[in-house]
């Protein structure tokens, strides 16, 4: 049985820091992609981040040079260090994982289990 279970949201001013984990079982971690995605209020599902097999990421043009996604095969763990936060990243976070990197990173309907979300608040 998949599970994500997301952790290190909370509050923080602008210009801060924060690092979500992702911890992952029920699949072999490595061999599959993943993605962080977030959803502001009255916002559809965005995709913020992926990461392949092999390790490539790419990132939405509104995060890029401040995020980072990294994965822990060891740890069956999904990382998203996000630096710079400014008000507009506030939304709920959700980490997924797209099985044997069928379909596109960005398309939240070609991943197939989501973790519960974790939120972050970015005060001005």
């Known amino acids: 049985q998949v599970q994500l279970v997301e952790s290190g949201g909370g509050s923080v001013q602008a210009g801060g820091s924060l690092r979500l984990s992702c911890a992952a079982s029920?699949?072999?971690?490595?061999?599959?992609?993943m993605g962080w995605f977030r959803q502001a209020p009255g916002k559809g599902r965005e995709g913020v981040a992926g990461?392949?097999?092999?390790?490539?990421?790419t990132y939405a043009d509104s995060v890029k040079g401040r995020f980072t996604i990294s994965k822990d095969n060891a740890k069956n763990t999904l990382y998203l260090q996000m630096n710079s936060l400014k008000p507009e990243d506030t939304a709920i976070y959700y980490c997924?994982?797209?099985?044997?990197?069928?379909?596109?990173?960005?398309?939240?309907?070609?991943?197939?289990?989501w973790g519960q979300g974790t939120q972050v608040t970015v005060s001005s």
């Open positions: 029920g699949f072999t971690y490595s061999v599959h992609c």
């Open positions: 990461i392949d097999s092999l390790g490539s990421t």
């Open positions: 997924a994982v797209r099985l044997w990197c069928r379909g596109v990173w960005w398309r939240a309907s070609d991943y197939q289990n």
